[in-house]
């Protein structure tokens, strides 16, 4: 079954800046989930035939599509935010031995919800600007951590240089953000007491190499049905819609006719939607491979 969500990803993988001709091999590629066909009238005056955006993590195509999606949005967001605010760079963990990997998996989306929450409520009822972006992985023995990139640190939280003793007797590795606050708030969630806050220095940077994530073991890495490998604050800035775009995909006998009498000439990325055009669309127009 075809899903409902497909994007228009040609034009967001170029607002990224990912090397176009990757970007071309990538949408040229199959979904493995069947995307209906979408007709695109890019902002270049090109008309464009290419397979949708199933949004699936799992899919060999489409997880790397959605995956420089988030990168692109969280880079962007990323120089958004760092104009009017100090970042930081968190990282929650889910408890060790004690907890099987099955009941780390089912708990940890609930455990760092409500530290997501408690932290919130603070930041609320003090008058701070909290925006996040989590980006959560699985370890090799299965229990998951986060790294989130937020606007906000506790009030109490104070900053250890690398080589300073910290409270908990060890030896700070780089210079951190000691909160006794947000210590007892991953407890208390439920999470364990590894966690990490530090000031940003390159938002960007930091962006960067938490989206870097995203791209590792797309497809090998089993997230259980509903799990948010990332998650946003409604407040993260979103990517610029892409305008004077005209698009539709192509489900009907009259959507494959309206591409068809919109254009002379018609790109049709990767064989798959070339095969599929060559059949459907009958007449003058010129369906041109391009898949490299
Ligand atoms: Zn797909």
Known sequence: MPKKNSELSIGLDLDIGMAVETSIALQAARCDNHAPLIYIHAMNGTRNIVQGCCNDWHC???GQIRARHEYGRMVHGAKILAKEHETYFVTITCRGKEVSSEEALAGYPKWTNRLLTSC????????QFWSYVQVTELQKRGHPHSHILMTWKP?????????????????ATRNVLWSDWFRKANIKAGLGTECDISTVLSTVAVATYIAKYLFKDLQITEFPPGWRRIRYSQNFPKLPPIENIDAFPLLTRENWLHASKDAVVIKCI??????VSKR???????????DT
């Open 60 to 62: 060999s195509r489409c």
């Open 120 to 127: 919130r409520t603070k930041a609320k009822r003090a008058g």
């Open 155 to 171: 009030n109490d939280a104070i900053p250890y240089e690398e080589g300073d003793r910290l409270p908990n007797d060890r030896l």
């Open 270 to 275: 990767g064989t798959h939607a070339y095969n």
């Open 280 to 290: 459907t669309i009958k007449g003058d127009t010129l369906l041109v491979l391009v």
